[in-house]
């Protein structure tokens, strides 16, 4: 069974931090570029980061310099580490395997998803 736990999610200060987790499994995690996608009430759901099968890395613009992605790929977990996080960073933030790194969800070629976990951060 293929599955993506994400995990991490809670309330925070605006100016604090979060690291979300995404383990995955019942799938060749080596194989698939993970991303972080968000969707907040009323938006359109909003990529934020991805990691290719190489370890590159893309942030979001409006993310960048605040967020960083990283990966285990001993553990199969991909993490998410959020510093200085906004209250325009509330959302449900999801994990989402793909077949390239890329944040434009218009480009993305999903292939599994993840449940979410509810990031809100307070003013």
């Known amino acids: 069974e293929v599955q993506l736990q994400a995990s991490g999610g809670g309330l925070v200060q605006a100016g604090g931090s979060l690291r979300l987790s995404c383990a995955a499994s019942?799938?060749?995690?080596?194989?698939?570029?993970i991303g972080w996608f968000r969707q907040a009430p009323g938006k359109e759901r909003e990529g934020v980061s991805c990691?290719?099968?190489?370890?590159?890395?893309y942030d979001a613009d409006s993310v960048k310099g605040r967020f960083t992605i990283s990966s285990d790929n001993a553990k199969k977990t991909v993490y998410l580490q959020m510093h200085g996080l906004k209250p325009e960073d509330t959302a449900v933030y999801y994990c989402?395997?793909?077949?390239?790194?890329?944040?434009?969800?218009?480009?993305?070629?999903?292939?599994?998803w993840g449940q979410g976990t509810q990031v809100t951060v307070s003013s």
């Open positions: 989402v395997a793909m077949g390239f790194c890329t944040v434009d969800s218009a480009l993305a070629d999903f292939r599994f």
């Open positions: 990691i290719s099968t190489h370890g590159g890395t």
């Open positions: 019942g799938f060749t995690f080596d194989d698939y570029a």
